[in-house]
């Protein structure tokens, strides 16, 4: 059974930073696609980066300069870290990752807001 479980968001001044973390049970990133996506009040679920089966990182555009997606192998985690950050980054963020299927985490809420 896969079980995906963020950890890491809350409320943060524009300009600010937060680190998301992902664990995962039943899946192993490295070889699992993970990637980080985003849902804004009244938008669609938007990618916002991923790391691909050679490992390369890669980042949306919005996003790109700003937030770094690494994972550790050795805990099976995955994080996302988001600095400079805008109030149109306010969102709840997923963490995903694909075996037979992509799988989804429940989501947390990120607030940036002064």
């Known amino acids: 059974q896969v079980q995906l479980v963020e950890s890491g968001g809350g409320l943060v001044q524009p300009g600010g930073s937060l680190r998301l973390s992902c664990a995962a049970s039943?899946?192993?990133?490295?070889?699992?696609?993970p990637a980080w996506y985003r849902q804004a009040p009244g938008k669609e679920r938007e990618w916002v980066a991923g790391i691909s089966t050679d490992g390369v990182t890669h980042c949306a555009d919005p996003v790109k300069g700003r937030f770094t997606i690494t994972i550790d192998n050795a805990k099976n985690t995955v994080s996302l870290e988001m600095n400079s950050l805008k109030p149109e980054d306010t969102a709840v963020y997923f963490c995903?990752?694909?075996?037979?299927?992509?799988?989804w985490g429940q989501g947390t809420q990120v607030t940036v807001s002064s």
């Open positions: 039943g899946i192993i990133f490295n070889i699992n696609l």
């Open positions: 995903s990752a694909f075996r037979d299927r992509r799988y």
